[in-house]
């Protein structure tokens, strides 16, 4: 830290080889050759909107070469809770080489107690009506917990820092607040979970990762409406798979029963939705999914065009081996389109799966068009 002008955030998105920008997701660019020489290390720091903590989420850095976008490394930090700042990852120099460390570092005083850590005061905010102001000069030289190089870091804060104690103080942004964080993620040591829109269950029993075969079940009934008779429902049910670059790699759907060698299987088209139980069956055989499979997406379609508000009960439910129900997602609302993102898996750094409910609508009537929203949604 020379001096205020190395913080790169959002409201100062650029400092000499170091680039801030946001879009789907905000991201840090280093210009490694263009980075002063006087310059050691660059911190990647991360904090949440309104000060919440960190509970319930993963925040996962992934390192990506800038010129082909191919990604080189990921880090999501473990179990984390009460913390309100995060240092994520750091690029540093390392004879004439630049590197990259995870770091997962958490702080319960936010960006204030990181910027303390490398010497510098953070003061308080300005009244609203003044321009914002940046954090004073250094006091003292850096003291990182962790071993660093000699020569003292650049600090690459987060897109929205809004605590008083974040590295500048502008004034507060006009972005809503973020939701409060889940006191925790869910995992399956209590049974049975019911997941609500946008929920995560990591798909983790005593301390070990399911890596059997499992059976996502997809069903839905005809809308009940006064003085109609209800109608044959043909929805299909797909899942895609994706790599660490939300590439598609494949799709299994009623065309394609099964895909990657057998270890993802659809049990075949259901062209009326009528009977009890689930309507279609996608198994996946977890501990047999090709390394670079990182992310599955379940999608429903109605082919024959009739909208999700023609549909009752939607559900999606996974069941392990034996058929025991292990988690279920409800729909409980529909909109008048042709297609649903039912849920996600996503493969974690640590090896095991979460799974997300989605419940997202789009306008397609095949898995083909569920491509571009599922990658989106990973």
Same mark, same amino acid.
């Given at each position: #830290?020379r ?8 409201n100062?998105?650029?400092?000499p ?8 997701a905000?991201?840090i660019?280093?210009e490694?050759?263009a ?5 050691? =290390? ?5 904090s949440?909107?309104?000060g919440a ?8 850095a ?7 976008n191919?990604v080189?490394?990921t880090f999501?930090?473990? %179990? ?15 004879n004439?080489?630049w ?18 850590d490398f010497g ?5 905010p300005p ?6 102001s ?16 000699s020569?003292p870091?650049?600090?690459a804060?987060p897109?929205a ?6 590295p ?5 942004p006009?972005?809503?607040?973020a939701a409060?964080a889940?006191?925790? =993620?869910?995992?399956?040591?209590k ?5 609500q ?8 029993k005593g301390? %070990? ?7 996502m ?7 009940f409406?006064?003085g109609?008779?209800?109608q044959?429902?043909?929805?299909d049910a797909?899942v ?11 799709s299994c759907?009623f065309g ?8 993802? %299987?659809h ?10 139980g ?7 055989h977890l501990g ?12 429903v379609?109605?082919?024959?065009g ?6 009752a009960?939607a559900?999606?439910r ?9 988690v279920?997602?409800?729909?409980t ?7 649903v993102? #039912?849920a996600k898996?996503v ?5 095991e799966?979460?799974m ?8 397609s009537?095949?898995?083909r068009? #569920?491509?571009?929203?599922g990658?989106a949604?990973?």
């Open positions: #830290m001096s205020d002008d190395d913080f790169v955030f959002y100062q998105p650029s400092a080889g170091v680039t801030h920008s946001t879009g789907a905000d991201s660019t280093v490694t050759g980075v002063p020489a006087d310059i050691a =290390k660059v911190v990647v720091t991360a949440l909107d309104s903590t960190f509970a319930g989420t993963e925040p996962t992934t390192v990506r070469d800038a010129a082909t191919a080189l490394a999501t930090p473990p %179990q984390l809770g009460t913390e309100t700042a995060l240092l994520v990852v750091e690029l540093y120099r390392r004439d080489a590197k990259v460390r995870a770091v997962g570092q958490g702080y319960a005083n936010g960006l204030g107690g990181i910027a303390s510098v005061n953070v003061e308080e009244p609203a009506a003044s321009a914002p940046a954090p004073a000069a250094p006091a003292a030289p850096p003291a990182p917990s962790a071993p660093v190089p020569a870091p650049v600090a804060a897109s820092p809004s605590a008083p104690s974040a500048s103080a502008p004034t507060a006009s972005a809503p607040p409060p889940p006191a925790g =993620k869910i995992n399956l040591d049974g049975k979970v019911s997941l829109k946008n929920q995560t269950v990591s798909l983790v301390g %070990q990762p399911l890596l059997s075969s499992v059976r079940g997809l069903g839905w009934e005809p809308a409406r006064a109609r008779r209800p044959d429902i043909d929805l797909s895609i798979a994706y790599d660490a670059n939300r590439k598609k790699i494949d759907y394609k029963l099964a895909i990657l060698g057998g270890v993802i %299987q049990s075949g088209d259901n062209l009326t939705g009528e009977g009890s689930d309507d279609e069956v996608i198994t996946v047999d999914l090709p390394p670079q499979v990182t992310g599955l997406v379940f999608t379609n109605s082919f024959s009739q909208k999700f508000t023609d549909v009960k559900y999606c996974l069941l392990d081996g034996s058929g025991a129900e292990l279920r997602f409800d729909l609302h529909s909109e008048p389109r042709t297609g993102l #039912m898996f493969r974690q750094f640590t090896g799966w979460d997300t409910a989605l419940g997202e609508y789009v306008d009537r095949t898995v068009g #569920m491509v571009k929203p990658a949604a990973l």
